[in-house]
């Protein structure tokens, strides 16, 4: 239960940060437009790297033990960039979540374009195949490790794609995204922290 649970809360925190494929899916669920195939789309290719990375890192590890410390400390240095830039965002403030400028169209288009924001995507490599593969090596049960952070992607993209109606007026407030960027960065940073710890 406590690798799955931290699963959960590394992939969540992971996937919460800003970027065109999230404003992407928000803009979709906005207008109501393909959001099922949309999230979907995402959870999905996000349960495929997260496995990748649970499965294929762990025997890499086996058969080169060097191979784990480089990638935690990696992590570690990207959580903290991450973090970082975060909380240089919250601080300048101003900022809007700008949707990817692709218009909804027809369901392929939707689709082609989720797609794309998600794979052509170097981060997304990062966060789940290195980063999630190399924390999920130290867990008591990886597996589970692995379920939980894509049980996280699922959660996150079905609320952010259908709830998007619902939080609409309040993140018409710069505010509100100055306070989101706070809580990331301070959340990449305490995992930072952690992981250079362990």
Same mark, same amino acid.
């Given at each position: 239960?406590? $690798?799955?649970?931290?699963?959960?809360?590394?992939?969540?925190?992971?996937?919460?940060?800003?970027?065109?494929?999230?404003? =992407?899916?928000?803009?979709?669920?906005?207008?109501?437009?393909?959001?099922?195939?949309?999230?979907?789309?995402?959870?999905?290719?996000?349960?495929?790297?997260?496995?990748?990375?649970?499965?294929? =890192?762990?025997?890499?590890?086996?058969?080169?033990?060097?191979?784990?410390?480089?990638?935690? =400390?990696?992590?570690?240095?990207?959580?903290?960039?991450?973090?970082?830039?975060?909380?240089?965002?919250?601080?300048?403030? /101003?900022?809007?979540?700008?949707?990817?400028?692709?218009?909804?169209?027809?369901?392929?288009?939707?689709?082609?374009?989720?797609?794309?924001?998600?794979?052509?995507?170097?981060?997304?490599?990062?966060?789940?195949?290195?980063?999630? /593969?190399?924390?999920?090596?130290? $867990?008591?049960?990886?597996?589970?490790?692995?379920?939980?952070?894509?049980?996280?992607?699922?959660?996150?993209?079905?609320?952010?794609?259908? /709830?998007?109606?619902?939080?609409?007026?309040?993140?018409?407030?710069?505010?509100?995204?100055?306070?989101?960027?706070?809580?990331? /960065?301070?959340?990449?940073?305490?995992?930072?922290?952690?992981?250079?710890?362990?």
């Amino acid at each position: 239960m406590t $690798s799955l649970l931290s699963g959960f809360a590394l992939g969540f925190s992971l996937i919460l940060a800003i970027g065109a494929q999230n404003a =992407f899916v928000l803009r979709q669920g906005l207008r109501r437009a393909h959001v099922l195939p949309v999230v979907l789309t995402c959870a999905v290719s996000d349960a495929a790297l997260i496995t990748a990375g649970v499965a294929g =890192f762990g025997w890499l590890v086996e058969a080169a033990p060097w191979i784990a410390p480089v990638f935690t =400390f990696g992590g570690a240095a990207f959580l903290i960039a991450y973090g970082t830039i975060s909380l240089r965002s919250a601080w300048r403030g /101003g900022q809007a979540l700008e949707a990817a400028d692709e218009r909804a169209g027809d369901l392929s288009r939707a689709v082609a374009t989720c797609l794309a924001l998600t794979w052509l995507n170097p981060h997304v490599y990062l966060d789940t195949v290195v980063l999630l /593969g190399s924390i999920s090596s130290q $867990s008591p049960w990886p597996f589970g490790f692995g379920v939980g952070a894509v049980t996280a992607s699922f959660v996150f993209f079905f609320a952010l794609g259908y /709830g998007a109606r619902l939080l609409s007026p309040l993140f018409a407030k710069p505010s509100a995204w100055r306070w989101l960027d706070v809580i990331v /960065g301070l959340t990449m940073l305490a995992l930072a922290l952690k992981l250079v710890a362990s």
